[in-house]
């Protein structure tokens, strides 16, 4: 399984960025994506999960309203919308795959997902 994130950036707070993650290698498809998020000296941080098979989405309490996660058609390609960004957003998020079931997928533990790619680096400055 290889996971492909992109279009981390340098945006000032109340801007927006796109960050997409091309997931490939694998023939199944009863899975769920999710973006993890760690900012330097901080703990990992589960941040939005989608499930492929039925498209339902999960989001941390400090991301919900501002951020969007979704995906195409294939499932393939998981995109996370960033709007309002908040300098406490600065951090290099991952793009993360886990297959399903996933227990309390709403809890976005990052033991739940066995594939991780590289992150990609969001800095919101103030």
């Known amino acids: 399984v290889q996971l492909q994130a992109s279009g981390g950036g340098l945006v000032q707070a109340g801007g927006s960025l796109r960050l997409s993650c091309v997931a490939s290698?694998?023939?199944?498809?009863?899975?769920?994506i999710a973006w993890f998020r760690q900012a330097p000296g901080k703990e990992r941080e589960g941040v939005a999960s989608?499930?492929?098979?039925?498209?339902?989405?999960w989001y941390a309490d400090s991301v919900k309203g501002r951020f969007t996660i979704s995906s195409d058609n294939a499932g393939n390609t998981v995109y996370l919308q960033l709007n309002r960004l908040e300098p406490e957003d600065t951090a290099v998020y991952y793009c993360?795959?886990?297959?399903?079931?996933?227990?309390?997928?709403?809890?976005?533990?990052?033991?739940?997902?066995?594939?991780w790619g590289q992150g990609t680096q969001v800095t919101v400055s103030s």
């Open positions: 993360v795959l886990g297959r399903l079931p996933i227990w309390n997928i709403a809890a976005l533990k990052s033991l739940n997902y066995d594939y």
């Open positions: 290698g694998f023939a199944f498809d009863d899975y769920a």
């Open positions: 989608i499930d492929i098979t039925d498209r339902s989405e």
